[in-house]
């Protein structure tokens, strides 16, 4: 099972819990994508879940534009139905998303921690938390390591 960690820091909701935020896995899409076995949503499935939520028209057409694995990461992540602001929420999701494929393909910022990368392997985290994690403060990083492997 693919593991999704969100520092409380980004998911308030999770503090609050007392317990790590968690997502479902990656929803069935139409094919397999290269980075993790995720499947590459179609045009319809991009269509749909635009439409199902309220986003301006440049956060609808910075989705459409994205790459394949990029949709992917951002479609994985479910709905902005809870979100204040759907379109900034959709913006920050495709970011994310654009920093966790460069991550991945081997594109690694100059920040990379190896200690992080290890952890994110290790716990077989999703892309959109491994992204979560990448970008936050090295002094976040080494508290969510120092917690130990993640347990669901």
Same mark, same amino acid.
């Given at each position: 099972?693919?593991?999704?960690?969100?520092?409380?820091?980004?998911?308030? =909701?999770?503090?609050?819990?007392?317990?790590?935020?968690?997502?479902?896995?990656?929803?069935?899409?139409?094919?397999?994508?290269?980075?993790?076995?995720?499947?590459?949503?179609?045009?319809?499935?991009?269509? +749909?879940?635009?439409?199902?939520?309220?986003?301006?028209?440049? =956060?609808?057409?910075?989705? +459409?534009?994205?790459?394949?694995?990029?949709?992917?990461?951002?479609?994985?992540?479910?709905?902005?139905?809870?979100?204040?602001?759907?379109?900034?929420?959709?913006?920050?999701?495709?970011?994310? =998303?654009?920093?966790?494929?460069?991550?991945?393909?081997?594109? +690694?910022?100059?920040?990379?921690?190896?200690?992080?990368?290890?952890?994110?392997?290790?716990?077989?985290?999703?892309?959109?938390?491994?992204?979560?994690?990448?970008?936050?403060?090295?002094?976040?990083?080494?508290?969510?390591?120092?917690?130990?492997?993640?347990?669901?």
């Amino acid at each position: 099972a693919t593991r999704h960690f969100v520092p409380a820091r980004l998911c308030p =909701a999770a503090a609050t819990a007392g317990a790590s935020h968690r997502t479902p896995g990656p929803r069935s899409m139409s094919t397999p994508g290269p980075l993790d076995g995720g499947d590459i949503p179609t045009n319809e499935e991009i269509d +749909k879940f635009l439409s199902s939520n309220d986003v301006d028209e440049n =956060a609808a057409n910075d989705l +459409k534009s994205c790459p394949p694995e990029v949709q992917r990461i951002v479609l994985s992540r479910g709905g902005l139905g809870t979100a204040r602001n759907p379109s900034a929420a959709l913006i920050a999701r495709i970011r994310d =998303a654009r920093t966790s494929v460069s991550s991945v393909g081997g594109e +690694k910022s100059s920040g990379s921690d190896p200690g992080v990368e290890a952890f994110l392997k290790a716990n077989e985290v999703d892309e959109s938390a491994a992204a979560s994690l990448r970008s936050a403060p090295p002094d976040v990083q080494r508290t969510v390591i120092a917690r130990g492997e993640l347990t669901g």
